[in-house]
Structure formats: C-alpha cells, structure tokens
C-alpha cells in the first residue's frame, strides 16, 4: 500500500518532512508527493536499486571480526531529509562563525592566553585537558588556522530550532558518505533531481583540495599534498582512500614518508625521496610522531613534529587542535564567539552544566534521572548516563564518577532529536536523526551543503552511530524561492 | 610520481592474480591429460606439487600425492601461500590497498571473483566441478587484467603492474618446462613414447600456447621445437624472451633502472643464445637452473632499488 502521509505521525517530536497534521513541509512537498504516488512494488524496487548500487560502488565500512577484517555495506535510507534553503544558509553562517571563532581560540590558547587573562576561560581547565599538547606552544601554523577540517553534529530539539552538539576537531570522518549518498540518490531519483531545486554537494573534494594546498609552505610551486592514513584496519580506511581518489593525491602511511636532516619531510618514491607540503592526516595526534608523542606508535613518523614546528610542512588538522574538541571547553564557545568575534553567536549550544562548577554540579546530581551525563573527552558515545533510561545503580555510579572528576564531566539536558520517515520492513516509520556538516577553513571559510544525516534505524533509539545501528540518508538543501 | 610501498603492491597483484590464473589452468590440463594416459602408466599428480615449487611443503602436510590431496594443495590449502586461494587473497589486500589508483571496476571484477572462488570452493575440489570451477577463475583472472590493460593510465605504477605480470609468466614457463620437458626429453621409457605427443602438447597447452605454436611451427609437437617456442619465440606473449622483453621496455621508463637493465640483459642473453640442441642434449636441468636463478635475481634488484624503504629512518 503506498505510503499515506495522512496516517503517518512522529509523536512529541519534530519531524524533518512532515508536520504534526500529516502535511508536508513546503521544502519537502514535491519530494513527499512523489515517493507518496509510487506503489509499495516500486518503493521496494528503489530501495533494491539503492543497495545494489551501494554494493557495486563499493561503498563500506569495515568491521572486524576474528576473520580480519569484512567490508559491510553501509546502511542506507531512500527517503531523503530535507532542509530549505533559507534555514541553512543561517546555519552556514553560524557554522563559520563557530570555526572562525575555535581557532581563534586554539591559536590564543598555544599563543599569548589573552582568553584566560581576561578571565573568560578558566586557565586550570587547560591544566586537566588531554588533548592540550604542551609540544605546539608557540607555533603558528599558516594563516593562524589550526582546525582546517571541522566536522560539527547539529541536531532539531522538540521546538523546530538546531542546535549545535559538538564539534569534531580532530580526525572527523563521514565526508565520503554524505557524497556517495548524494551518487546513489541521483541513480535511484533522476525524476526528483530535475523537478526540484537541490544545492550540489560534490564541489567537497576540490575546497578540500584547495584548502589544504592553501596552506604549502612553498606556495611557489605545485604543493604535494598527500592523505595520511593508519592503514587498511582503521574503520575509516575507506574514506581516507576515496578522498585521495577525489583529490587525485596519494594516499600514504606513516612508513612511506621521511623526515630527513633538513627537517623536511619527505616521501619515499621509486625514484628517490620527493618533499612533501601538506599532510592531511587521518591519525590522531598521539601516533604521529613517536620521537614526541606515543614512542611505541608504528604509525607515525619519527621527526614529524621537529618538521612542522620548523614550518617545512603543514599538518591538517594541527596537532593540537584537539584542545577544543572537548565538551567542557564546548561550553565556553558562545563566549569565545563573543569575545573574539564581539559578535551574537548565531548557532545555540545545548544548554550544558560543567560538573567543575560547584553550583552547577549540585544542580546535576539532584537531576541525574533527567540528564545526560557525558564524559568530557569520550567520542562515539562511550561512557555516558542517559538519565531517563538509566537505572538507579547506573545513577549512584555517575554520581560518584562525577564526584571523584568532576572536570571530566558535563551534562546536558534530554534531547528528543527530530525524525525524518524512513522505510523499515516495508513501512515507513519515524527514525531520529542528525546532521554532521563539515567546516573548511584556510584562507577562507567553506560549509558542505548540508552534511551527513546519521539515522538511528532502531525504533526509539537516538544512536545513530554506524558501528550500533546506524544508518544514513541523503541531505537535500531545497531552494523554495523564500529568501 | 610513485609511492615506493605502491609500486611494490601493484607488482604483487600482479604476480599473484597471475599465479592464480597459471595454477587453475596447469590443474586444468593435467586434469585433461590424466584422462588421455592409460591408467596403467599414470604419470601421477606429483609433478604439479613440484611445479609449484613446494614438495617439502606438500609432504609435511600430505602422506600421498594423490589426486584429492593435490588437488586441495594447489586450490585451497592455507599451507601452501601459493594456492589459488591464497593467491587471490593476496592480490585482493594489494589491491585494497592501491584503491585510489586502481580503477574502480577492476577492484569489482577481483572481489567478485574472490568471492566465487569462496563460495563454490567445495564444487572446485570435486571432480565434476573442477572445470567450470577453474574455466572462472581463468576468465576473471584475464577479465581483470584486460580491464586493468584497457582502463588504467599506462603511467609508472602499470609498468610496475606489467613488470609483475611478466616476471610471473617468465618463472611459470621456466617451471613448467623444468618439471614437465626435462623427464620428457631424452631417454623416454618404451612404454610412454607413444604418448610422448600429447604430453607435449599439455605442457604448451599450460602455457596456453598450443594453438599459437601450430600457426607459427607447422610441424607436429617435437620436443626440440616445442622448447623453443617457449623460451625464444618474440611474439608469443607467454615465451620467455616475449616477457623478458616486455620487463626490458617497462625499465626503460623507470628512474635509476642501471642495475636492473644490466641483471635483465644477462637473463635476456642467455635465452637469445642458448643452443636448443645443445641443452637437449645434454640435458635441461643446468640450463634452467641458471635460468631460475638470474631471474630470481632480477627479483632482488627491482625489489632493492625501488620497494626498499630508502632514506635514513631515524
């Protein structure tokens, strides 16, 4: 039976398409008439078309097992989510005054410490962070810019507005799939791309490009640039090499590049070494350089840091751009924006208590039940208390985890992430989602159009992480004419 | 410009898609030939251990070369590194590995031959399945070869790809004709003379060269003439020379190739020169030998000058 938009309802939350009245919304009108007139048969026949294409593509992420290690397709969702225009070119603004405003920050933070001089950023949270690299005091990267590549999740609250979860400073991944997902919708809805106005995504590998050669310490020539990855076991090897393949770059590890006397940094080539500008580098910051960080470290290269430091290569992201990729320091960023930026942050956080203040702790250990409590340098969802689902145990654990660390801590209120319908077992359903856009910065500031939207495709659940469950959808921007 | 470790991965895919193709097919045809021989002068199964190059392998693990036990050592067992399996497991990491230059639909046709090879495993050990089994792995070795020829820049990293290929035919040829011509040569029994015929036209046919060898000899398969087009014929793309030639032109275009030429001008040599009458008569082995040797030489070299780290690491 064809989908009946009437009958279809996502109960106490905002839904991305469709309104509360069974309507959709005037972005998502001609999308949802459309995938409303196919038949089940023919809804089923371009969901195949999806799979099948995303097999013949090769598009997968890997999962080990004692076997080695198995590519897995990556779960994928036909029906779209779709943002107007007119919101995202908002959300594009606030997403660059955010990056804009983070590595002002990073650059204060290894440079002069005016933010904590000042007063507006307590010094001691520095003292306790573990991605603060006492290695990078004093360096001044090209253009001051330290995160290059940022990768924000935003997520839609129960009031319709987007907020600003996090922001991945390090090694954030998920780039190629909001591209190829774009490669499979076009292949599956070639009707729906010519009747509706959707913003392009695939200028992505080109800003990347130039964002990184941009950043050559030798601008007169044609820079090297090289991807670096861990290797073929890492879960994003994928990406890595399909960046490189876009780009038209080499793809490298550790073991292909050499720093040699000169405190230049160099790849090994069957015709002898070749310099080597600009590495844009998929290892954390730990495994780059085994003179500095992680001695024991196989990945990296053993005089990276000394080169860098020099200014003989630039390194994208920065080691050390972590520092902000903290969600205690994730609180202060509507302050940073305002104090370097004296502007109005444009993207709201989520409202975020810090465990380390004394008043704001009281408040969050009265409330465990109703918070989420999380960890403050965990990524992919480890460690954390969602209050509502934990149980009593669970709740006198945190409190004395919090108690014991208080730094390492923050919490925030429940969100009721948005939903977009999505087709389970034949019928389509509410799934929560998310939204990771990406941030380029160099000379000049670039955001995706859209991003990636990560869907929990478990019925109720809010992990859309694809190592639990997790899936994707194509991210439309639609022009609508409203300015 | 040319990663080293990338270089090194395109010429062991190679190699190894190449050894896969080579062994499915030398089953293949001793497979044929069994069934021509009378049942009482079999020649057995154990020459194929010996072509692969690893009987003390073999006898760890097998107490007899029986046709199921060899069978199963040259398809899928994981003691022997050469096996199809293995084989295609090793150019499948390779190729992982160089995605970003191999062209996408090679890295397709390889995945979807690795996973038949798996699936239908148990078809290719029975008898009735072994031919469709080892015909697949023949086509979509040659399918991935063709696709790579066809579709991927000719740049350095297919010359290292065309280096490995070639290297590969060059040991294959060498080995089937040390195990198969030097017992057929001189002194055959009474009792296998008859057959002496169609054993030759197995080993061409291993090589996949009988039918080139009748348009370019014209004369029925004689031992002497059989040789020859194996090792000096310049245009059959599986001879010796043909390969040695077709290394010689990818050095050609490579940096720092000094050595290499040289050690490739040796081996080139000595097959341009050899008397074919000469080793005939005095027999093989020596002369292949020697053979094996300089061309695992030329191995050494490629793989010092161009996939060995270079640059001090520390």
């Known amino acids: 039976m064809p989908i009946r938009w009437k009958e279809y309802s996502s109960a106490n939350v905002y839904d991305e398409l469709i309104t509360s009245h069974g309507r959709a919304r005037k972005a998502a ?170 913003l392009p995504v695939d200028g992505y590998p080109t800003r990347l490009f130039d964002t990184l050669a941009s950043l050559s310490p030798r601008p007169a020539d044609y820079p090297t640039v090289v991807v670096m990855t861990p290797g073929i076991y890492n879960s994003a090897y994928f990406e890595h090499s399909y960046l490189a393949q876009q780009m038209g770059i080499e793809l490298v590890v550790g073991s292909d590049l050499v720093v040699q006397d000169d405190d230049c940094v160099y790849l090994r080539t069957v015709g002898g070494l070749e310099r080597v500008d600009v590495i844009y580098r998929r290892i954390d910051d730990l495994f780059l350089d085994p003179e500095v960080f992680r001695a024991d470290s196989q990945l990296g290269v053993p005089g990276l840091m000394r080169a860098w430091r020099k200014g003989n290569v630039a390194i994208a992201n920065a080691p050390g751009a972590g520092v902000a990729d903290d969600k205690v320091v994730y609180a202060f960023v509507p302050a940073m924006i305002r104090y370097y930026l004296d502007e109005k942050p444009v993207m709201p956080n989520v409202e975020t208590y810090l465990c380390m203040n004394e008043k704001q702790r009281g408040h969050v250990l009265a409330n465990l039940d109703k918070l989420v409590v999380k960890p403050a340098n965990e990524s992919g969802g480890y460690g954390m208390l969602i209050g509502p689902a934990s149980s009593r145990a669970e709740r006198e654990k945190f409190a004395g985890l919090i108690q014991k660390d208080p730094r390492n801590y923050i919490a925030q209120p429940t969100l009721s992430l948005s939903t977009v319908p999505t087709l389970c077992d034949g019928k389509v359903e509410p799934r929560h989602i998310d939204l990771r856009p990406f941030i380029l910065s160099g000379e000049s500031n670039h955001v995706t159009r859209g991003g990636l939207t990560r869907v929990a495709l478990k019925k109720g659940s809010l992990v859309v992480n694809s190592s639990q469950g997790g899936g994707s959808k194509d991210t439309w921007i639609v022009e609508t004419g409203e300015h | 410009m040319l990663l080293s470790s990338v270089a090194e991965r395109m010429y062991w895919m190679a190699r190894y898609i190449e050894r896969a193709e080579n062994t499915a097919r030398i089953l293949l045809v001793h497979n044929n030939l069994m069934l021509d021989m009378p049942r009482r002068i079999s020649i057995g199964w154990e020459p194929l251990v010996f072509i692969m190059g690893s009987a003390n392998v073999f006898r760890e693990h097998y107490s007899e070369a029986s046709e199921r036990n060899v069978v199963r050592y040259l398809v899928s067992d994981k003691n022997n590194p050469n096996c199809i399996s293995c084989s295609l497991a090793m150019a499948r990491e390779n190729l992982r590995t160089t995605r970003a230059i191999v062209p996408r639909a090679a890295w397709e046709t390889l995945n979807d031959l690795f996973e038949f090879t798996r699936e239908n495993l148990a078809a290719g050990l029975s008898r009735r399945g072994r031919y469709t089994y080892m015909k697949r792995v023949i ?41 198969r011509a030097t017992n057929l040569l001189p002194n055959q029994t009474d009792e296998l003379k008859p057959f002496e015929d169609i054993q030759w036209k197995s080993v061409l046919d291993s090589l996949t060269a009988y039918q080139m060898y009748r348009r370019h000899v014209h004369v029925r398969v004689r031992g002497r003439q059989a040789l020859r087009f194996l090792l000096q014929e310049t245009e059959f793309p599986r001879s010796v020379q043909y390969c040695l030639t077709e290394i010689e032109q990818c050095l050609h275009r490579l940096p720092g190739n000094e050595a290499s030429l040289r050690v490739l001008g040796r081996v080139l040599r000595m097959v341009q020169e050899v008397a074919i009458d000469r080793i005939v008569r005095e027999g093989l082995d020596d002369f292949i030998d020697e053979l094996q040797r300089v061309h695992g030489e030329l191995h050494e070299q490629l793989t010092t000058t161009y996939f060995v780290l270079q640059g001090s690491a520390a």
């Open chain 1, 29 to 198: 009108q001609q999308a949802a008439r459309y995938i409303g007139s196919l038949t089940d048969e023919e809804l089923h026949e371009r969901r195949d078309a999806a799979e099948l294409a995303m097999r013949v593509m090769g598009i997968t992420f890997t999962v080990y097992s004692d076997q080695g290690g198995i590519d897995r397709a990556w779960p994928f969702d036909i029906i779209p989510r779709i943002i107007p225009a007119r919101e995202w070119r908002i959300t594009e603004a606030g997403l660059k005054q955010r990056a804009t405003a983070l590595n002002m920050f990073i650059a204060d933070i290894y440079g002069e410490q005016r933010i904590i001089k000042d007063g507006i950023f307590p010094g001691e949270l520095l003292a306790q962070s573990v991605n603060f690299r006492k290695q990078c005091v004093g360096v001044r990267p090209a253009l001051d810019v330290w995160a290059h590549i940022c990768g924000s999740d935003l997520v839609r609250d129960r009031d319709g507005s987007l907020y600003v979860l996090e922001d991945n400073l390090r090694v954030p991944s998920g780039v190629s799939y909001m591209l190829e997902n774009r490669l499979v919708m076009k292949r599956v809805f070639p009707e729906l791309f010519e009747d509706v106005s959707i």
């Open chain 2, 139 to 179: 086509d979509g070795c040659q399918l991935l070869t063709g696709k790579l020829s066809g579709t991927m820049s000719h740049d350095l990293s297919y010359g290292f790809l065309r280096m490995g290929r070639n290297m590969e035919r060059t040991d294959m040829t060498t080995r089937v004709i040390d195990v």
